[in-house]
């Protein structure tokens, strides 16, 4: 199956979309509907700050990733195609799967366009694919109340604006007549897009999606009008969190390393959530000490819910490894301290040490390149 559109080229895709909306589980099931179709896939995460949950969920898939932490994709433009290089040298993969910063927008003129005009020889660009959690897309677009600030908005509309497929996920949890007016909405903002429905979660609707990732190739234009101070603005408003934590000893009791997972993070919602802060997305996961492939995860897409278990741990452990990565639009310093909380309960009962903790508001965004029409 060609996957390209030259000799010797990888299919470069890029899966983007607003914190929370699924991207990793439709990226992880796309890796899989590649690698039964006897292709060779290659992922790179993104974020802007270091221990990454979707980089611990890739290796649990045992997929070659690569990281690019510091920046979202458009600031580390160079360090995206060195990523790039090196999955290809060591696995040569027919399919680059790309995951930028779920705050980040922009992409085309500033990621998309770039590869195409600087490395077509060696990279096909597929179509840009938005995947939207339709509870947050019914928020943001008017159809319900909205949860985020008009300028953390601005980026997700953006977002839509640029995209060549917006993807719908989590389609169970609305109606039929909710995903009519929703789907009317997003033709509203992008009237260019293909919209596609599915669930990822549930391995639904995922073909035709997938089949113009594959086969299609990116003629997306960039956002015609983006006010960068509006973007940044938006951007500063989101507190970053990420953690890495051992929680438990040799001398310590086993535990329910799932059910200590969803406690942590209960805990941590329910700070945020009494002092009115809206979650972005919260999601962690926990592996045996020593066994990264063995893990429990979820995660939490509103401060109204509660976490989504996807991978449960077989047995109890004794000694479990953490990743935490949370964003909110809250200080960095409340987002903190709720952490901090919720670690003070889990000390009660067990050890709980902090390998790495970083907290901070993202920085303005500096693109590497920027190109507004293809060549």
Request: hydrophobic letters at 45%; aromatic letters at 6%; one cysteine or more.
């Amino acid at each position: 199956m060609q996957t390209g559109d030259g000799s010797g080229q990888a299919r470069y895709v890029m899966i983007g979309g607003f914190l929370g909306a699924g991207k990793t589980t439709s990226i992880l099931r796309f890796a899989e509907w590649l690698t039964d179709r006897g292709l060779k896939v290659g992922l790179v995460t993104n974020d802007q700050g270091g221990s990454l949950v979707d980089t611990a969920l890739a290796a649990n898939k045992r997929l070659p990733v690569e990281e690019i932490v510091g920046g979202c994709f458009c600031c580390r433009f160079n360090s995206l195609v060195e990523a790039a290089d090196a999955l290809v040298g060591a696995a040569a993969p027919d399919v680059l799967i790309a995951e930028p910063v779920g705050s980040c927008t922009d992409l085309v003129a500033t990621v998309s366009l770039p590869l195409e005009q600087i490395y077509g020889d060696r990279f096909a660009v597929a179509p840009v694919s938005v995947v939207v959690d339709p509870l947050r897309a019914e928020r943001v677009l008017g159809l319900a109340t909205a949860s985020l600030s008009e300028h953390v908005c601005y980026i997700y509309r953006k977002q839509l604006e640029e995209a060549e497929i917006i993807v719908i996920n989590k389609s169970d949890l609305v109606d039929t007549a909710r995903l009519q007016r929703l789907q009317e909405a997003l033709a509203a903002v992008a009237p260019r897009a293909s919209i596609e429905v599915c669930s990822a979660r549930d391995n639904t609707g995922l073909d035709p999606w997938f089949e113009q990732m594959l086969t299609r190739t990116s003629q997306a234009s960039a956002i015609a009008n983006i006010d960068y101070d509006e973007y940044a603005y938006g951007e500063s408003l989101l507190g970053w969190l990420n953690a890495e934590l051992v929680i438990g000893s040799a001398d310590s009791d086993e535990y329910d390393g799932t059910a200590l997972l969803v406690d942590l993070m209960q805990q941590i919602r329910q700070s945020l959530a009494a002092e009115g802060h809206e979650i972005a997305h919260m999601k962690a996961t926990l592996s045996v000490e020593g066994d990264p492939y063995e893990l429990a995860a979820a995660n939490l897409v509103r401060s109204d819910e509660a976490p989504a278990v996807s991978h449960r741990l077989a047995e109890p452990v004794d000694i479990g490894r953490t990743l935490l990565n949370l964003r909110a639009e809250a200080p960095p310093e409340s987002l903190k301290a709720a952490v901090e909380k919720a670690l003070e309960s889990i000390r009660r009962e067990r050890p709980c040490d902090i390998i790495h903790l970083e907290h901070f508001r993202p920085g303005k965004p500096v693109p590497t390149h920027r190109i507004a029409a293809r060549s």
